[in-house]
């Protein structure tokens, strides 16, 4: 299983996940902050869990391409 975290309030908008791994992040048109798609929200972090294990490459490249380091992701 795959667990992606996303800490949004820290995002700064440099859209680098989104180009990394636009299946997971998606940017805002309001506030121009990435979306973790389809994840769940509990106090400011924002998850998945999925069983595809093919997302977790794309997604530790977006974690690590992330300058603020608000991408977390683990492979369970």
């Given at each position: 299983?795959?667990?992606?975290?996303?800490?949004?309030?820290k995002c700064?908008?440099c859209?680098?996940?989104v180009?990394?791994?636009?299946n997971?992040?998606?940017?805002?048109?309001?506030?121009g902050?990435?979306?973790?798609?389809?994840?769940?929200?509990?106090?400011?972090?924002?998850?998945?869990?999925?069983?595809?294990?093919?997302?977790f490459?794309?997604?530790?490249e977006?974690k690590?391409?992330c300058?603020?380091?608000?991408?977390?992701?683990?492979?369970?």
């Amino acid at each position: 299983m795959v667990v992606i975290t996303l800490q949004r309030n820290k995002c700064i908008g440099c859209n680098y996940c989104v180009e990394v791994a636009p299946n997971q992040f998606q940017m805002s048109k309001k506030d121009g902050k990435t979306v973790l798609l389809h994840s769940v929200e509990k106090k400011g972090f924002f998850t998945i869990k999925s069983f595809d294990e093919s997302i977790f490459d794309c997604s530790n490249e977006a974690k690590k391409a992330c300058p603020v380091k608000i991408i977390e992701v683990k492979q369970v």
